[in-house]
């Protein structure tokens, strides 16, 4: 099993940056792709970007070079740097594990409890 715990959520204005935090513990050698998905009240939840075993990055189109994944060496820290925020950013962060390298959020096996952003002036 792979825990995953959000952090560095908060409110900032638009324009402004923000870097979320997420902590893997657990059987980290079965985690082939990790990512960052979000969901705004009353709409689905999307899938952010996505880091594979390999460093294989993949962003929505909405956030492509305006967020940066990346991860530690060790594989145990996930962020998210998001630069040029808009208020359409708002949302509830969850980090995902997945076994394989995926997009989809029906296979990401484990989830993160969420942390809120807001982006408002």
Do not use: H
Request: proline fraction near 3%; hydrophobic fraction near 35%.
């Amino acid at each position: 099993q792979v825990q995953l715990v959000e952090s560095g959520g908060g409110l900032v204005q638009p324009g402004g940056s923000l870097t979320l935090s997420c902590a893997a513990s657990g059987t980290i050698s079965s985690i082939k792709a990790m990512g960052w998905y979000r969901q705004a009240p009353g709409e689905e939840r999307e899938m952010v970007a996505v880091i594979g075993s390999g460093d294989t990055t993949q962003y929505a189109d909405s956030v492509k070079g305006r967020f940066t994944i990346s991860s530690d060496n060790t594989k145990t820290m996930l962020y998210l740097a998001m630069n040029s925020l808009k208020p359409e950013d708002t949302a509830v962060y969850y980090c995902a594990a997945a076994p394989r390298w995926t997009l989809l959020r029906s296979e990401y096996k484990y989830w993160g409890q969420g942390t809120q952003v807001t982006v408002s002036s």
